[in-house]
């Protein structure tokens, strides 16, 4: 099993940028494929960006190429999401989740964090 835990998230104003982290637990991070999601209010879950386990391939949703960055660094057990150029409609609940089976939009997650506010103000 995994644990993860969000942060980074907070008020910014639009064109600002922001970095989330999400930490996992355990010794088998590099086990997993991670990817990140967001939640805006009254909208269903969307996913934003996915990174293979060794990190060395990565995908995004179309809206958020170019604007959001995935990362991870697998010797401190941490996945990241560099988003710059940050508009009002970024405003969500950022959840990093875990996958055994890839790390694309319809990849089967198996844990997922808490999740992280982050809010845009115009």
């Known amino acids: 099993q995994v644990q993860l835990v969000e942060s980074g998230g907070g008020l910014v104003q639009a064109g600002g940028s922001l970095r989330l982290s999400c930490a996992a637990s355990?010794?088998?991070?590099?086990?997993?494929?991670m990817g990140w999601f967001r939640q805006a209010p009254g909208k269903e879950r969307e996913f934003v960006a996915g990174i293979s386990w060794s990190g060395g391939s990565t995908t995004y949703a179309s809206s958020m190429k170019g604007r959001f960055t995935i990362s991870r660094d697998n010797a401190k057990n941490t996945v990241y999401l560099q988003m710059d150029s940050l508009k009002p409609e970024d405003t969500a609940v950022y959840y990093c989740?875990?996958?055994?089976?890839?790390?694309?939009?319809?990849?089967?997650?198996?844990?997922w964090g808490q999740g992280t506010q982050v809010t845009l103000s115009s």
């Open positions: 355990g010794r088998t991070f590099r086990s997993y494929a």
């Open positions: 989740a875990a996958s055994t089976t890839g790390w694309g939009p319809l990849s089967e997650y198996d844990y």
